[in-house]
T-cell receptor, first 114, second 109 residues
């Protein structure tokens, strides 16, 4: 089993809708998770991180962490065409992993159509 | 603020030729540094990481190598490129959080 998995996608939503992106992880001890956005042809940029169980909101973005079920979600409210990109989930991996080493999911491609 | 640079931005190289990609970071000291490769339609593959000068860890055995001659400089090299080395090469810095450079797009023909 991979440390971080993103199995959904591609995802297509209309403008103004809520886009929901999901990620699961294998190590119960993992404490922190990151969401990156990657536009086509560009490098990934960090948009959210979450350390605590529950929700973290930043503008139109909400990250959710459920440690009991070992999943992380990213909700994008009022989706805009400019949100169309690939979203990568990343986590720290199993105990004993090098500090700072992140494990990335394969990404979910999101398209927001006008 | 911290800035990460990579060059060149794009590169077209023949099979069997050498490679040198450079990454530098400004505005921070003793960062962890990472090299990733992203092949077309694929996920991020960690190639090398470094926690300090001269300290390199390899994730995947291949014909690539990395060096860290200075605190904020990370170099990815190859003596002989293969077709399969084509991809988008990304340098990143950070400890708990990673921040990516703009990347180098490499095409091996």
């Amino acid at each position: 089993q991979k440390e971080v998995e993103q199995n959904s996608g591609p995802l297509s939503v209309p403008e103004g809708a809520i886009a929901s992106l999901n990620c699961t992880y294998s190590d119960r001890g993992s404490q922190s998770f990151f969401w990156y956005r990657q536009y086509s042809g560009k490098s990934p940029e960090l948009i959210m991180f979450i350390y605590s169980n529950g929700d973290k909101e930043d503008g139109r973005f909400t990250a959710q962490l459920n440690k009991a079920s070992q999943y992380v979600s990213l909700l994008i409210r009022d989706s805009q065409p400019s949100d169309s990109a690939t979203y990568l989930c990343a986590g720290p991996g199993p105990q004993g992993s090098t500090l700072g080493r992140l494990y990335f999911g394969r990404g979910t491609q999101l398209t927001v159509w006008p | 603020s911290q800035t990460i640079h990579q060059w060149p931005a794009t590169l077209v190289q023949p099979v069997g030729s050498p490679l040198s990609l450079e990454c530098t970071v400004e505005g921070t000291s003793n960062p962890n540094l990472y090299w990733y490769r992203q092949a077309a339609g694929r996920g991020l593959q960690l190639l090398f990481y470094s926690v300090g000068i001269g300290q390199i860890s390899s994730e995947v055995p291949q014909n690539l190598s990395a060096s860290r001659p200075q605190d904020r400089q990370f170099i990815l090299s190859s003596k002989k490129l293969l077709l399969s080395d084509s991809g988008f090469y990304l340098c990143a810095w950070g400890v708990e959080t990673q921040y990516f450079g703009p990347g180098t797009r490499l095409l091996v023909l």
